[in-house]
């Protein structure tokens, strides 16, 4: 079923896209005959003719050439006017062809690959007048950007859903995240960066209606340039300011601040992986009836809308598990089924350090937790050698590896044999295990919070420098300098014994409390043993400042779910049955798209957008495929942003796409003759070459991220 309504949606974005450029091609069709310019084809796609249509031959599989030829003895091309008219032929071919990536309209004395191709037939394109020639070549561009207004007319005029202007999640050691606020001494905040179910007012005085406008204004950013967030915060009358300048992504990829949307409490679809299944299995809630797209709407009697504050109630629960209430709700969101009643436990929230943008580590005073696996992948070249539950005591050449170091790591050895140990039932196992050319296990990772062995402690993170250089920088943990190796086991603190992280946080507070209210230093005396030969026991005397002991007891509490489990949170732009608000905002959404493009250019000259981030045809279907289950009106809007963009692409001064034939016949009104032939010849061969190779770079790219 799931594979019928993906190619359902595949088949309603390649006839989207076709449309487009149906449309774009009817320009310059119906302004040709407008011109009177003899038009000899009009085709929708590249390639041979799948059917074609000619007015006296009717429908024919393939082209109408041989019918034309059997009949008249000539080609449609070499036929009079009159002769067409005594045979009662059209001039004109209609085709489909088999490549859906663009089209054309041929007209006597014109072609775009072809400039030798003048005619001395009064009816030629060349023997138009420069004006009406002007007319014809623009026309395409025209009919995009009225079709771009109509559509957002339209999806406007019913109302289209959006991901709301509200962070959800902000990356551990983003610009977001350590960002602080212009206005702090006014507004007494103590916190620092970007929280959680803050809202984007606006960015550089530009008002953030959702989040794209958000993820489009970091990205589109001059490198290096300050922009100033004006956000709202629970808790606060006025907006706390932020200027946070974007950098590029830990993936390489767009400028950007670190941030992700927001989540609503609808939990989100079963996924192929049965991650989310997991999740629910592991909290208890499957137990009770809890399932996927199910909607969460009270947290202990409180009516609750986003995930934010599921966070904020597991946050002030001081451990104590929330009482909750489910509700099944059909695409509407109306209930269609009784509510469950269901008690969700809260875990502790450890110190998180950061690695770099993308990863981190949780922990205390700079001891790290080992990694466990929760999950394996059944179709894993590894699932018959690793477990759910197996915990990495090594992974090739790394001793008790942070969970922060293994990604990168295997990625390292994408398409080699790793030598891998877990400890499984109390008993370490060792296994070779085959790295994916993608470079990875076919495993999720989780923490072995209950097994009170430490990994590698962290005592130093790797920042990269815009240059992606790797530099390692020490982190000032209360263990940096007397850190003791991985695999060690905590066994008690001040003499009270612990077994599990929760106990270790738990008797830390304990340990540190009395120490609340005073600015001196606090000495903790932790019990270890050694992962050596006899496994000697050491107490080691831990120092930790003021601060470190306040950040400890500030620690709060979560809850197994995250935010990637629940849909996000949406919003919906709408006229409000407005017609001439939804006008309004077509012309406004238009000229938007318009301006981004012109800013994409000239961000991929500067640099801080690379080719790869482009897309083709392949990339735009699957975009739409994506997105498609956001409801009609949003591929409807999808549809008008591309037909926009293909009206800006189409006029840029470019040989062989429209602005560079504008650009000629400019030259031709001024000079009053044509650029040479061997100009336009050569400037032809360059821009089939550029635009050729761009087409290949970005349908290899829209191919790569199929498969990555």
Same mark, same amino acid.
């Given at each position: 079923m799931e594979i019928l309504t993906t190619g359902y949606y595949i088949l309603l974005m390649i006839f989207g896209f076709g449309a487009l450029i149906f449309f774009h091609e009817l320009g310059h069709f119906l302004a040709a005959k407008w011109a009177g310019i003899r038009t000899e084809a009009f085709a929708i796609g590249m390639g041979h003719p799948v059917v074609s249509w000619r007015k006296g031959i009717g429908f024919v599989v393939g082209s109408t050439h041989r019918k034309v030829v059997k009949l008249t003895g000539k080609s449609a091309q070499e036929l009079k006017e009159n002769e067409l008219a005594k045979h009662g032929l059209g001039e004109t071919e209609y085709s489909l062809r088999w490549l859906p990536i663009g089209g054309f309209v041929k007209m006597l004395g014109q072609e775009d690959a072809n400039p030798n191709a003048v005619s001395d037939d009064p009816r030629s394109y060349n023997m138009c007048p420069i004006g009406k020639r002007m007319i014809v070549v623009s026309a395409g561009v025209v009919m995009n950007l009225i079709l771009a207004v109509v559509l957002f007319i339209v999806a406007f005029s019913v109302g289209v859903k959006f991901e709301s202007p509200v962070i959800g999640m902000v990356a551990p050691g983003s610009p977001a995240f350590t960002a602080v606020a212009k206005n702090t001494s006014e507004l007494g905040i103590e916190e620092i960066g970007l929280q959680p179910g803050d809202r984007v007012l606006s960015i550089d005085e530009d008002e953030a209606e959702t989040f794209s406008s958000i993820m489009i204004a970091t990205a589109m950013a001059k490198p290096g340039k300050e922009l100033e967030f004006y956000i709202e915060r629970q808790g606060f009358?006025?907006?706390?300011?932020?200027?946070?300048?974007?950098?590029? /992504?830990?993936? $390489?990829?767009?400028? @950007?601040?670190?941030?992700?949307?927001?989540?609503?409490?609808?939990?989100?679809?079963?996924?192929?992986?049965?991650?989310?299944?997991?999740?629910?299995?592991?909290?208890?809630?499957?137990?009770?009836?809890?399932?996927?797209?199910?909607?969460?709407?009270?947290?202990?009697?409180?009516?609750?809308?986003?995930?934010?504050?599921?966070?904020?109630?597991?946050?002030?629960?001081?451990?104590?598990?929330?009482?909750?209430?489910?509700?099944?709700?059909?695409?509407?969101?109306?209930?269609?089924?009784?509510?469950?009643?269901?008690?969700?436990? %809260?875990?502790?929230?450890?110190?998180?350090?950061?690695?770099?943008?993308?990863?981190?580590?949780?922990? +205390? =005073?700079?001891?790290?937790?080992?990694?466990?696996? @929760?999950?394996?992948?059944? @179709?894993?070249?590894?699932?018959?050698?690793?477990?759910?539950?197996?915990?990495?005591?090594?992974?090739?050449?790394?001793?008790?590896?942070?969970r922060s170091q293994i990604p990168a790591f295997v990625k390292e050895n994408k398409g080699k044999e790793l030598e891998v140990v877990v400890l499984r039932n109390g008993k370490e196992i060792e296994v070779t295990c085959k790295v994916s050319r993608k470079g990875r296990l076919g495993i999720? =990772?989780?923490?072995?919070?209950?097994?009170?062995?430490?990994?590698?402690?962290?005592?130093?993170?790797?920042?990269?420098?815009?240059?992606?250089?790797?530099? !390692?920088?020490?982190?000032?943990?209360?263990?940096?300098?007397?850190?003791?190796? $991985?695999?060690?086991?905590?066994?008690?603190?001040?003499?009270?014994? !612990?077994?599990?992280?929760?106990?270790?946080?738990?008797?830390?507070?304990?340990?540190?409390?009395?120490?609340?209210?005073?600015?001196?230093?606090?000495?903790?005396?932790?019990?270890?043993?050694?992962?050596?030969?006899?496994?000697?026991?050491?107490?080691?005397?831990?120092? =930790?400042?003021?601060?470190?002991?306040?950040? +400890?007891?500030?620690?709060?509490?979560?809850?197994?779910?995250?935010?990637?489990?629940?849909?996000?949170?949406?919003?919906?732009?709408?006229?409000?049955?407005?017609? !001439?608000?939804?006008?309004?905002? /077509?012309?406004?959404?238009?000229?938007?798209?318009?301006?981004?493009?012109?800013?994409?250019?000239?961000?991929?000259i500067r640099g @801080?957008?690379?080719?790869?981030?482009?897309?083709?045809?392949?990339?735009?279907?699957?975009?739409?495929?994506?997105?498609?289950?956001?409801?009609?009106?949003?591929?409807?809007?999808?549809?008008?942003?591309?037909?926009?963009?293909?009206?800006?692409?189409?006029?840029?001064?470019?040989?062989? %796409?429209?602005?560079?034939?504008?650009?000629?016949?400019?030259?031709?009104? =001024?000079? /009053?003759?044509?650029?040479?032939?061997?100009?336009?010849n050569a400037s032809t061969i360059f821009g089939l070459a550029l635009i050729g190779t761009l087409f290949l770079v970005v349908t290899w790219n829209d191919i790569s991220r199929l498969f990555s």
């Open positions: 009358d006025e907006p706390l300011v932020f200027g946070i300048t974007p950098v590029v /992504g830990a993936d $390489g990829g767009l400028l @950007s601040i670190g941030v992700g949307p927001s989540a609503s409490t609808q939990l989100a679809e079963s996924d192929k992986a049965g991650l989310l299944e997991l999740t629910l299995i592991n909290t208890g809630l499957s137990k009770v009836g809890v399932k996927p797209q199910m909607r969460l709407d009270f947290i202990n009697g409180k009516k609750s809308t986003t995930f934010g504050e599921l966070e904020r109630a597991a946050a002030q629960s001081n451990g104590i598990p929330l009482q909750t209430k489910w509700t099944e709700v059909d695409e509407d969101g109306e209930p269609i089924g009784s509510t469950i009643e269901a008690s969700l436990a %809260v875990v502790p929230v450890y110190s998180l350090y950061p690695q770099r943008e993308s990863a981190a580590d949780e922990g +205390l =005073l700079g001891f790290t937790p080992l990694t466990r696996i @929760s999950d394996v992948d059944p @179709s894993s070249s590894n699932a018959d050698k690793l477990q759910a539950g197996d915990i990495i005591i090594k992974l090739g050449k790394l001793a008790y590896p942070r999720r =990772l989780g923490t072995a919070v209950d097994y009170l062995v430490t990994a590698k402690p962290i005592t130093s993170f790797v920042r990269y420098d815009d240059e992606d250089v790797a530099l !390692v920088e020490d982190v000032d943990t209360p263990i940096h300098a007397n850190a003791p190796m $991985g695999g060690t086991e905590i066994v008690a603190v001040n003499g009270n014994a !612990v077994s599990t992280w929760p106990e270790f946080r738990k008797a830390l507070r304990k340990a540190t409390a009395n120490a609340l209210s005073s600015e001196a230093q606090t000495k903790v005396d932790l019990t270890i043993i050694h992962p050596t030969k006899d496994n000697p026991k050491e107490e080691l005397v831990v120092t =930790l400042s003021a601060v470190e002991v306040a950040q +400890l007891h500030e620690l709060s509490w979560t809850t197994q779910l995250a935010a990637y489990d629940f849909q996000a949170e949406f919003i919906t732009l709408s006229a409000g049955g407005s017609p !001439v608000r939804a006008v309004v905002m /077509g012309f406004k959404e238009t000229y938007k798209v318009n301006i981004n493009v012109y800013l994409t250019l000239d961000r991929l @801080s957008v690379g080719v790869k981030q482009l897309r083709g045809p392949v990339g735009i279907v699957h975009i739409g495929v994506k997105i498609a289950d956001r409801g009609m009106m949003y591929l409807i809007f999808f549809l008008a942003m591309i037909s926009a963009n293909l009206a800006v692409i189409n006029f840029l001064p470019l040989p062989i %796409v429209d602005g560079g034939l504008f650009i000629f016949l400019i030259y031709e009104k =001024l000079k /009053g003759r044509p650029p040479s032939l061997a100009f336009q």
